[in-house]
């Protein structure tokens, strides 16, 4: 079975500048989830989405950030524009069906997001 | 959520068991306790889950205590591909949240 894709693996980029994510669910996967992720700590929530509706975006900071889910399966994350901190890993996570009690998330990769 | 406490880092020796604890004293009935793992430069990868009762699979057994208020993830045979950051974390409700802590920096050493 494929995993979570994600691309690119890297970035750099300077501040102001704005960037984007993509993401590929596994195939079949409900929910898709972006979370970002600095040096030493563990991953925060971003964003969570069911099929194409966005579930929860409270910690998304929406004044420079924005995801969409279009037709329910890729995902693109943009940032714009970027500031030093946001540089981070932005992981996104896929999994079958929130209403089920027990629902493992599979991760991707990661982008590992550089700002100068 | 409750939130959990984990130790910063630790050391195992290759063969040996790892035995990790998370602290979660304010669990409520309904919260299941998740351990996930992050290797180095991969995302987080699921370990086990358990609300009660002890549980095992194949790469880990999950010991939580009568109250609820700790548990501990074991890694019997620890090998150096085991080096990773563990995160206990407690989930309840709807929307399948994880809340991640810092986690336990496992160092398994030859």
């Known amino acids: 079975e494929a995993g979570v894709a994600q691309s690119p693996r890297y970035k750099i980029i300077e501040k102001r500048q704005s960037v984007a994510f993509w993401c590929n669910p596994i195939s079949g996967h409900a929910t898709l989830y972006w979370y970002q992720q600095i040096l030493g700590q563990g991953p925060k929530l971003l964003i969570q989405?069911?099929?194409?509706?966005?579930?929860?975006d409270s910690q998304l900071p929406k004044d420079r950030f924005s995801a969409e889910r279009l037709k329910g399966v890729d995902s693109t994350l943009k940032i714009q524009p970027a500031k030093l901190e946001d540089s981070a890993v932005y992981l996104c996570?896929?999994?079958?069906?929130?209403?089920?009690?027990?629902?493992?998330?599979?991760f991707g990769p990661g982008t590992r997001l550089t700002v100068l | 959520d409750a939130k959990t406490t984990q130790p910063p880092s630790m050391d195992c020796a290759e063969g040996r068991a790892a035995n990790l604890p998370c602290n979660h004293s304010?669990?409520?009935?309904?919260?299941?306790v998740y351990w996930y793992r992050q290797i180095h430069s991969q995302g987080p990868q699921y370990i086990i889950h358990?609300?009660?009762n002890n549980e095992t699979n194949e790469m880990a057994s999950l010991i939580i205590t009568e109250d609820r208020k700790s548990s501990t993830l074991i890694l019997p045979h620890a090998t150096l591909r085991d080096t990773a950051v563990y995160y206990c974390?407690?989930?309840?409700?709807?929307?399948?949240?994880?809340?991640f802590g810092g986690g336990t920096r496992l160092m398994v050493k030859p």
């Open positions: 974390i407690v989930r309840g409700g709807a929307g399948n949240m994880l809340t």
């Open positions: 989405f069911q099929n194409n509706g966005v579930v929860d």
């Open positions: 996570a896929s999994s079958l069906d929130p209403q089920v009690k027990f629902n493992e998330q599979f």
């Open positions: 358990g609300l009660k």
């Open positions: 304010t669990i409520s009935g309904n919260e299941y």
